[in-house]
């Protein structure tokens, strides 16, 4: 009996030097990276699963985790229960001083207002009406006070729907009278609405929707994962921008989104077509460029205080890990 307890002790010895020598050959896989989504999976989160996908390949290990709400998402980072998440957390770091840091814009901003026409038909007549968004820190927010300060308008009441598809489907519903959402949702009322539904003017917009981040001491710490995960973020959007077709193709290569609505599967690739023409996935994950129009029009929205010029990018934004890959991929 003792030799076979010996025996086993040998044998567990080798296995865990083994396997200590395999995490210092390959640093990337020696911990899990848990990403937060501070919505379901959908047609908009596709790039994002892609690349990742890639960077598993690569040896990283990646857990995507959703979270009822950004505002949820955001606490888990502060909180360390996951590493990273994404979402525009500009009030949350100014506020309350979190220790995170955006490191990779994923889109821009390209969201509809959208009203029953039964109720709405123009700005002013949402003056003291209803309104659904997203969250409360969510770039829908936003646009909803960037737009009632230049209509010179007050909502009566804002509520909070995380996802895009549920406050479309609650617009149809007839549960919500107003919101602001996706381009795909946005199409999706369009269509099934029986002319119901009306689009309002917005203007031009000029900041992010949805960004990376996470806590600067875990991005100086594991600069390796975490420049692999960028690397490929930037190959994948790089590639959608120049064929969106190949949002499908990545789709089915990967078996991603199984669980996607049959009615929302046609609007994968003219998403991405869309999103490609008005320029909403950066080639160059947004960097310094990114950070000063969010101030522009976070500021304005009333999400960050003080003027623009006041604000500097390195108390927002941790750049090393873009600067980095944008080095091995090419500017």
Not at 280 to 301: C, E, H, S
Request: hydrophobic share 45%; proline share 4%; glycine share 8%.
């Amino acid at each position: 009996m003792g030799k076979v307890c010996s025996f086993v002790s040998r044998l567990l010895a080798v296995i865990v030097l083994l396997a200590g020598i395999a995490a210092a050959q390959n640093p990337a896989a020696a911990a899990k990276i848990r990403l937060g989504l501070g919505d379901v999976q959908s047609v908009e989160t596709l790039g994002l699963l892609v690349a990742i996908e890639q960077a598993k390949q690569r040896g990283v290990d990646i857990e995507v985790i959703s979270f009822k709400s950004e505002d949820v998402a955001n606490q888990a980072v502060v909180n360390e229960q996951v590493e990273m998440a994404s979402g525009t957390p500009y009030t949350v770091i100014q506020k309350v001083k979190a220790p995170i840091r955006l490191f990779y814009q994923l889109s821009t901003l390209q969201f509809y207002p959208v009203v029953n026409t039964q109720y709405y038909k123009t700005w002013k007549d949402l003056d003291g009406g209803d309104l659904v968004v997203h969250s409360r820190t969510s770039g829908t927010l936003a646009i909803a006070n960037l737009v009632a300060q230049r209509q010179g308008i007050k909502y009566g009441s804002i509520s909070y729907v995380p996802g895009s598809e549920v406050r479309a489907l609650a617009m149809l519903k007839g549960n919500i009278k107003a919101t602001i959402i996706d381009w795909p949702n946005t199409q999706m009322l369009m269509d099934k609405g029986e002319g119901k539904f009306a689009i309002l003017p917005l203007g031009e917009l000029k900041a992010s929707d949805e960004a990376l981040f996470a806590r600067q001491d875990y991005l100086e710490k594991n600069a390796e994962q975490v420049g692999i995960l960028v690397e490929e973020l930037v190959k994948v959007w790089r590639t959608l921008n120049k064929n969106p077709a190949a949002a499908g193709e990545l789709r089915a290569k990967y078996g991603l989104l199984k669980d996607l609505p049959k009615d929302l599967e046609k609007d994968i690739v003219p998403y991405y077509q869309q999103g490609a023409k008005v320029g909403m996935f950066p080639n160059d994950g947004g960097g310094a460029k990114a950070a000063k129009a969010d101030f522009d029009f976070f500021t304005v929205a009333g999400q960050l205080q003080g003027t623009a010029d006041s604000l500097k990018v390195e108390d927002f934004w941790y750049l090393k890990p873009l600067e980095a890959a944008l080095k091995k991929v090419g500017q």
